[in-house]
């Protein structure tokens, strides 16, 4: 991807290549600082979260969702998920980050391949399952709409849409491959 | 009323630390302390994923990919003014709600155009950045069939979107 796009720019404009890696990088640690920022909350406000037992609560809560939809039975991991998962719905991806990045790590096994568990964990991330799309929201007014908040219905339904669906693909993929993978075994 | 919830839940979880006799300040702390090691070792990853955008979009690749995928998005029920930030959108979350202003100050808050892009941007994620994000302390390097499940699902969602714009 990046070699096609500077095989393009050698050919369209040769010096913008390094001032746009550049831009990119600077950019890129500028978001790092601010992420450290917010990671520095809610990982403090996480492990008051962690220490009080309110994340096994939590946990304990979410539990049969959990087990079900993951195949996750790890209580360490199941607590994660479930604040993973919370947090993505108050519309905090920012807070979701380090929780699903900590559970990522408790479920790897180290065979480079990636496993249900976390397949599942990554398409429920990235697919939104927002509540509230605040940012969408606050651009919208800011940009002098009547009644910025008149999207949050058909969201809420498309989110549904998209997160359901992905957790379908993610189900039928799995069988598929489990197949395949029998298939090929047999001689 | 959603800016009360956030302070609340904070209130309410210092108490709740408070009652279970646990020091609030120190484990804070200890969490807070993790921030600084996570993010330093993301950081390559956002920047890598960050220089591949840019250079996309300042070579014109996209524009031209929009271009040429605009029949796809109308066949679709996509505008085919918002092909950019659909083609973005799994990238980059700054740089699709840049588009998105630039679509409301084209277009004008209340259009069809603008409602449609918003609730596209609602209802999706940037799908790389979370896969790499996620992925970046692990050993994984075989995602399957993770990424085309979120991509196919998240196209469904905007085609979902737009209709659902149309009525609502």
């Known amino acids: 991807m990046m070699l096609i796009s500077i095989g393009v720019l050698i050919f369209v404009d040769p010096g913008a290549t390094l001032d746009a890696m550049i831009g990119a990088s600077t950019s890129a640690l500028e978001l790092c600082i601010e992420l450290c920022a917010v990671y520095a909350v809610w990982l403090g406000l996480l492990e008051i979260?962690?220490?009080?037992?309110?994340?096994?609560?939590?946990?304990?809560?979410?539990?049969?969702?959990?087990k079900k939809l993951f195949r996750v039975d790890n209580e360490e991991i199941q607590k994660m998920i479930a604040l993973n998962m919370s947090a993505n719905m108050l519309g905090l991806g920012n807070a979701a980050t380090p929780m699903g990045i900590k559970a990522m790590q408790a479920l790897d096994d180290g065979s480079g391949k990636a496993n249900f568990s976390m397949i599942m964990l990554i398409v429920v991330n990235a697919t939104s399952i927002q509540l509230l799309p605040s940012t969408v929201i606050s651009l919208r007014s800011n940009a002098g709409s009547a009644d910025a908040a008149d999207i949050i219905l058909p969201t809420l339904l498309s989110t549904i849409v998209t997160t359901g669906l992905g957790i379908v693909f993610v189900l039928i993929c799995y069988m598929i491959h489990k197949k395949l993978k029998a298939r090929r075994r047999r001689p | 009323m959603s800016i009360y919830i956030l302070p609340v839940l904070f209130v309410a979880l210092f108490l709740y630390g408070f009652f279970k006799k646990i020091n609030t300040y120190d484990t804070f702390v200890k969490g807070a302390k993790g921030a600084i090691s996570l993010v330093v070792s993301i950081f390559p990853f956002i920047a890598c994923i960050m220089i591949a955008v840019a250079l996309l979009r300042v070579s014109g690749v996209t524009a031209f990919l929009a271009q040429i995928l605009t029949p796809v998005f109308t066949f679709l029920g996509i505008p085919p003014e918002l092909c950019e930030l659909v083609l973005l959108r799994p990238f980059t979350g700054s740089g699709s709600f840049a588009l998105l202003d630039d679509v409301l100050a084209t277009y004008g808050a209340d259009s069809y155009i603008s409602r449609c892009a918003c609730v596209i941007l609602g209802c999706s994620e940037t799908i790389f950045y979370v896969a790499t994000v996620y992925f970046s302390q692990t050993k994984v390097k075989k995602l399957?069939?993770?990424?085309?499940?979120?991509?196919?699902?998240?196209?469904?969602?905007?085609?979902?979107?737009?209709?659902l714009c149309r009525v609502m």
């Open chain 2, 144 to 163: 399957y069939y993770a990424i085309p499940c979120a991509l196919v699902a998240s196209i469904i969602g905007a085609i979902v979107a737009c209709l």
């Open chain 1, 49 to 66: 979260v962690d220490v009080s037992g309110l994340g096994q609560k939590l946990a304990r809560l979410l539990r049969p969702l959990i």
